[in-house]
């Protein structure tokens, strides 16, 4: 089941049934399944709690991703600032609803499996990222 929640911050006007649908999609062609995938989005106050208390960091990000998965399963929390998915956006995206994309489907990838902090691997991420964003087409109303 895919969740999507929100703390000290509006709800993103969403498709739940349409992202879940992508989601599950992305995973697929990934060889995984979608399990309990919670998305909790939030503000850079509440973001940079979460960093500080579960990863040490002392910075505002745009998407934090606990890992939970089973085998093939997904499973993880999802955590998103949308103060700084919108700073992003005006730097990396042509609106906020495409950074959103961008963020919402990073934070599965990593559930995938895929990493982008090595060597090369950030250009790994980029790509699977751009393809999954090429699938959302098929599932926006």
Same mark, same amino acid.
């Given at each position: 089941?895919?969740t999507?929640?929100?703390?000290?911050?509006?709800?993103? =006007?969403?498709?739940?049934?349409d992202?879940e649908?992508?989601?599950?999609?992305v995973?697929?062609?990934h060889g995984?399944k979608t399990?309990d995938v919670?998305?909790m989005f939030c503000?850079?106050?509440? @973001?940079?709690?979460?960093?500080?208390?579960?990863?040490?960091?002392?910075?505002?990000?745009?998407? @934090?991703?606990f =890992?939970?998965?089973?085998?093939?399963? @997904?499973?993880?929390?999802? @955590?998103?600032?949308?103060d700084t998915v919108?700073?992003?956006a005006?730097?990396?995206?042509p609106?906020?609803?495409d950074?959103l994309?961008r963020?919402?489907?990073?934070?599965i990838?990593?559930?995938?499996?895929i990493n982008d !902090?090595?060597p090369? &691997?950030? &250009?790994i991420m980029?790509?699977?990222?751009?393809?999954?964003?090429?699938?959302?087409?098929?599932?926006? !109303?």
């Amino acid at each position: 089941m895919i969740t999507f929640d929100s703390t000290g911050t509006d709800m993103p =006007d969403l498709s739940r049934l349409d992202y879940e649908a992508w989601i599950t999609r992305v995973a697929a062609t990934h060889g995984r399944k979608t399990g309990d995938v919670n998305y909790m989005f939030c503000d850079d106050a509440t @973001i940079l709690d979460y960093n500080r208390r579960f990863l040490g960091h002392d910075y505002y990000t745009d998407i @934090i991703t606990f =890992d939970d998965d089973e085998g093939e399963t @997904i499973n993880g929390d999802i @955590i998103i600032s949308l103060d700084t998915v919108n700073s992003n956006a005006a730097l990396y995206s042509p609106t906020p609803a495409d950074e959103l994309d961008r963020v919402i489907i990073h934070g599965i990838l990593h559930l995938c499996g895929i990493n982008d !902090k090595g060597p090369g &691997e950030r &250009e790994i991420m980029e790509a699977a990222e751009n393809a999954a964003l090429a699938l959302r087409k098929d599932f926006a !109303k």
